[in-house]
């Protein structure tokens, strides 16, 4: 089914810019935070990226944050280096003190992993006999994440099925074309052949010879 496939779990990924995952550490229960609901966004450079990474940090206020044991203070802002790649934190107009704790883990899995758990997650159910409705869910603790996913992957569906029908028009296109270029070859082989006949054989175009007649 192409909407469990992998590839249109990607697409909803980078058009809602979820290649980061955002998780607040709660005193009993870690939740997951929508992007948008960050105090903060991550960014990552230098990294594999088929390769998955992650980084713990404990906001101190407005403009720093510790990471590692034991804790270093960074900025907001800054690039800062961490197991083997560099990583910033941008500051977002979201409060940091409304959140459950100030530690938050940030993490990047790879497109490949990414995909595969968005994929599993997002549950299909289709309509009895020949009939097109489904029903789309997928189960998340943050209900704006998974409106927007859900949102998103009913988007893309419409487009790509634009872009499958758009796709099989120009294939039909192209083999319409292939095919009249051979009938167009047939043709020309086939006058030639009746050309060639009628100048060894000195038949006369029966048109003209009636012309002739008529002349006469």
Excluded: C
């Excluded at 709660?26 to 990474?53: C, L, Q, V, W």
């Excluded at 595969?116 to 029903?135: D, H, M, P, Q």
């Excluded at 070859?185 to 054989?201: D, F, H, S, T």
């Amino acid at each position: 089914d192409i909407i469990k496939s992998r590839m249109m779990a990607k697409r909803v990924i980078n058009k809602l810019n979820f290649q980061f995952q955002y998780v607040n550490k709660g005193k009993f229960k870690s939740s997951t935070i929508h992007p948008r609901e960050m105090p903060f966004i991550a960014f990552i450079d230098g990294h594999d990226s088929s390769s998955n990474y992650s980084l713990t940090v404990n906001v101190l206020n407005e403009n720093e944050f510790t990471v590692g044991d034991p804790p270093v203070t960074k900025h907001f802002g800054e690039w800062i280096e961490y197991n083997g790649v560099r990583w910033k934190l941008q500051r977002t107009r979201q409060d940091p003190k409304i959140f459950a704790s100030t530690i938050f883990i940030i993490s990047k899995p790879s497109a490949e992993n990414a995909s595969a758990t968005l994929s599993k997650s997002v549950n299909v159910v289709k309509g009895e006999g020949y009939s097109n409705i489904f029903t789309l869910s997928y189960e998340t603790d943050n209900t704006s994440m998974g409106v927007d996913i859900l949102n998103q992957y009913m988007a893309e569906y419409q487009q790509y099925s634009l872009e499958d029908k758009r796709q099989v028009a120009l294939n039909t296109l192209a083999f319409i074309d292939e095919q009249l270029d051979t009938v167009r070859v047939e043709l020309g082989e086939v006058e030639r052949i009746l050309k060639n006949y009628k100048e060894k054989n000195r038949v006369i175009d029966p048109e003209g010879q009636a012309t002739l007649y008529l002349n006469n």
